[in-house]
């Protein structure tokens, strides 16, 4: 897959664990802006949709394609920084490790402390 297509009507996106394991494995997403994309999205590392209505995010999904994505595509160079930089960007905010980290270090060990005292 070289294009993670995501197009569910805002705010229907649950999470969008999917989109985010394929842009850890280099896959660009051209998704709206629900679930984590908007928090994810950058130019660099794929497209984005408003997700504002039906009609209005048809036509922008057949813009970008015929304007951006099938142009970078084309591009190797171009489609392969930005999948490297999708893996290099993403991976690292949005892994199960970092979550993790975060929970322990932000919950867990301030509730331990307030515990303990």
């Known amino acids: 897959c070289d294009v993670w297509l995501n197009t569910p009507r805002r705010p229907q996106e649950a999470s969008g664990t999917s989109g985010m394991k394929a842009a850890m ?10 679930g984590w994309w908007p ?14 209505d039906d009609e209005a995010d048809a036509a922008e999904l057949y813009r970008l394609l015929e304007e ?7 591009d190797r160079e171009r489609w ?3 999948m490297k930089a999708s893996i ?19 919950y867990y060990l ?4 307030s515990a303990r005292s």
């Open 25 to 34: 494995n280099g896959v660009l997403n051209l998704s709206v802006l629900d």
């Open 39 to 52: 928090e994810a999205y950058a130019p660099d590392v794929g497209w984005a949709i408003p997700g504002t």
């Open 68 to 74: 951006e994505v099938v142009p970078a595509y084309e």
């Open 80 to 82: 392969a920084g930005m």
């Open 88 to 106: 290099e960007r993403l991976t690292p905010r949005f892994a199960m490790h970092r979550a993790v980290r975060d929970y322990v270090e932000g």
């Open 110 to 113: 301030s509730a331990h402390r």
